[in-house]
């Protein structure tokens, strides 16, 4: 096919213009290393052959500013040079030259995602892996790099999430504040020893005023059902539910009377 014209255009890139009036977008460097501008014609197959090729450096360039935002998983990249509909073919060699030239290791990848994680976030081990799964991490690569964290540095995570929701706690009862924290500190992917350990040591001293509070809420809603001392039992077993004790509770009771 007859080349009428070349046009510079914008990032480094020329517009070539047939006699048929179609034209292709090249990249300099497919223009420079195939003389291009030196040719008057091209055939069909070589047409297709250069399109390839500039798409496959379409997807680099894309890449490599994808890249210089932050460091990304393969499955990262991959996945946003689909979504930039870039073919798959094109995708796989882009992959295989940023692996060879050291822009994308999962590795290295890892390990940049945990020191983040453990700098700027309250995320335990757990839910770091399933994280590092989601971005298609390798379980051999993810594993070895969480489980070398010094158990201290958890620990130590931990602790500090643990005294935060102890000191924000203005009403909860120890046993409450327990069972909540624990419920949380699994969703935020610790174990159920290292929860253990760190809940261990809590001690919550009862609020005399949030339990009276308590027991005046619970007298007017539940005597208009029950009287005398199944009206105390129910009030007493529904303290207990929330984890006060039954000296706590009869002190507070006889108080009211």
């Known amino acids: 096919m007859k080349i009428l014209k070349y046009k510079k255009e914008k990032n480094n890139q020329y517009k070539i213009y047939f006699e048929d009036d179609s034209f292709i977008v090249l990249f300099d460097d497919v223009i420079v290393n195939h ?8 055939s069909e197959k070589e047409i297709e052959a250069l399109t390839s090729e500039n798409d496959e450096l379409a997807s680099y360039y894309v890449s490599i500013r994808y890249l210089g935002v932050k460091m ?6 991959e996945k946003y040079l689909l979504k930039k509909e870039f073919q798959k073919a094109s995708i796989d060699k882009t992959i295989a030259r940023l692996k060879k030239e050291g822009y994308l290791n999962d590795a290295t990848y890892v390990k940049a995602f945990l020191h983040d994680a453990l700098e700027l976030s309250s995320d335990g081990p757990n839910k770091i892996k399933r994280k590092l799964k989601d971005l298609g991490i390798d379980e051999v690569i993810l594993n070895e790099a969480v489980n070398a964290v010094d158990y201290n ?9 643990v005294e935060k929701k102890v000191k924000g706690n203005h009403k ?14 699994l969703t935020q992917g610790y174990s159920y ?8 040591n809590i001690k919550i001293e009862v609020n005399f005023d949030v339990l009276k ?3 005046d809420k619970l007298k007017r809603k539940l005597e208009r059902k029950y009287v005398a001392s199944e009206l105390n039992f129910q009030i007493k077993q529904k303290l207990f539910q929330k984890g006060y004790s039954s000296d706590e509770i009869n002190k507070v009771e006889k108080n009211d009377n």
Do not use: C, N, V
């Open 213 to 215: 509070k308590e027991y």
């Open 35 to 42: 003389a291009l501008l030196l040719k008057k014609e091209l």
């Open 193 to 200: 020893s290292m929860i253990a350990d760190a809940l261990e």
């Open 172 to 185: 909860d009862t120890e046993k409450i504040l327990k069972q909540k924290l624990q419920g949380y500190l």
């Open 153 to 161: 540095i958890w620990k130590s995570k931990l602790d500090r999430l």
């Open 72 to 77: 990304r998983s393969r499955k990262e990249l």
